[in-house]
């Protein structure tokens, strides 16, 4: 009953202050004529978009007579690359020697596990973006709306690249990775091994005896770096070979400028002499010699290579400028890329130049054309195994391949040349819309 009263009411106000407002702009806004006078949504319009940016969608409405907003998305499809690397047998040898022991190689590992490696890592990767638009169409021309220039910003993510190693190569890194197991064993292992060095191509210098293959395998790097240590029983000094640190690596390139380590890092593998030595390290109370027994390889910095020992301090010099980047599977027998670093927020700037294509002139076919400030530093990431942390963590060293790589294959150079280019994104795209109301 009440509610009858009200709206009775209501009626009648509305019926004795009609005249009066029908000369003011409340009565103009409830008319259907005063749809067209608004500047605000007095027309909608949906539109697709193809461009540089991918593919998108719009919705349009007018600001005032000499602007438009329009927001929407676009979306980037996964644009597929294949990017390869080559395999490296041990470290710093001639190519026909590299090759003749990866035949050998090769050959082992297939008849242990069923899988042939292969001299090539093949990976996969998609790139994509997706962003959130909002632009605003400004018509400088009064008579001519065909014509505008637009401002705005698109928002989204920054991560654009992932890529790992293909189906096909799994294959492949998993021998590798079971091949470096076995290795690492027998550098730290006096047991057997069950890998047969000389089926593998390691040359045994003449004269020279080894129990088991261990011992062989301690020759894998006979031409790379040596140092000398001297065996009291001998009474002279001898060369213990340093051994690569992985029977295989993949190369991708050298270092472009000097790296330091970021925490301290600890060896995870042990590289024991094949001839233990004592050095003397001091005397005692009566004058008498006293020495300690050295039965590890050392490293770069003079330290022992054995497993939860030091190897780099945080801050300390890993890689000098040129030296080699070399990778090995991880602990998932993968290695992978990632491409990251764009602002979320691009600003974009452009013009654009609409017209009709229909005979009502609701249906429009345009083009825009500007720039969009992606910014940010772009980095395509891979990861370098390194060691240990305290805890006994793997740590790895993130190789941003813009910045700290250089001389890299082809498959990989021409994909980083393009990313350098992209943080001021040319932007070109054609609209099609169709007005609602």
């Not at 452009?350 to 992606?374: C, E, F, Q």
């Not at 992209?422 to 932007?427: D, G, R």
Request: glycine residues 8%; contains cysteine; aromatic residues 10%.
């Amino acid at each position: 009953m009440v509610k009858k009263h009200i709206i009775s009411l209501i009626s009648c106000m509305l019926l004795t202050t009609t005249p009066t407002m029908a000369e003011g702009k409340f009565h103009r806004f409830l008319t259907t004529q005063s749809v067209s006078d608004r500047k605000w949504f007095n027309h909608i319009d949906v539109a697709g978009t193809i461009g540089t940016s991918g593919l998108g969608f719009d919705v349009a409405f007018p600001m005032s007579e000499w602007a438009q907003l329009r927001v929407g998305g676009t979306w980037m499809p996964y644009l597929h690359f294949d990017p390869s690397f080559g395999i490296e047998v041990a470290e710093d040898l001639p190519a026909e020697i590299q090759g003749s022991r990866f035949n050998h190689i090769a050959d082992k590992m297939q008849d242990l596990l069923g899988t042939r490696p292969e001299l090539n890592v093949k990976m996969e990767g998609d790139a994509s973006m997706s962003n959130f638009k909002c632009l605003v169409d400004i018509f400088p021309i009064k008579k001519n709306r065909n014509f505008h220039v637009t401002v705005g910003f698109y928002y989204g993510n920054t991560d654009f690249i992932t890529a790992a190693v293909s189906p096909y190569s799994m294959r492949n890194m998993t021998a590798i990775g079971a091949l470096n197991s076995l290795y690492k064993k027998a550098l730290s292992d006096k047991t057997t091994c069950i890998i047969d060095a000389e089926g593998m191509g390691i040359n045994i210098p003449e004269g020279v005896s080894f129990e088991n293959t261990n011992k062989r395998l301690r020759e894998w790097g006979e031409n790379g770096k040596t140092v000398k240590n001297r065996d009291d029983l001998y009474g002279k000094e001898v060369e213990n070979k340093l051994h690569s640190e992985n029977a295989f690596s993949v190369a991708i390139g050298n270092y472009s400028h000097n790296i330091v380590a970021k925490e301290d890092i600890y060896y995870d593998y042990s590289a024991e002499l094949d001839n233990p030595y004592n050095e003397q390290i001091g005397t005692d109370n009566q004058g008498n010699p006293v020495y300690r027994e050295v039965r590890y390889q050392t490293d770069e910095n003079g330290r022992p290579i054995v497993k939860g020992g030091i190897r780099y301090h945080k801050g300390e010099l890993m890689h000098k400028d040129g030296d080699p980047i070399r990778m090995a599977p991880d602990e998932n027998n993968q290695i992978s890329v990632s491409g990251r670093g764009w602002w979320k927020f691009k600003p974009y700037i452009g013009v654009g130049y609409s017209v009709p294509i229909t005979k009502d002139r609701r249906t429009t076919l345009g083009i825009d054309a500007g720039i969009t400030i992606w910014g940010g530093t772009p980095a395509i990431d891979v990861k370098v195994p390194l060691g240990q942390d305290a805890a006994g963590n793997p740590v790895y060293n993130t190789i941003n391949l813009v910045k700290d790589a250089k001389s890299m294959p082809n498959s990989v150079d021409k994909y980083v040349k393009l990313v350098k280019l992209l943080p001021v994104m040319p932007e070109i795209s054609i609209r099609i819309a169709q007005r609602l109301w």
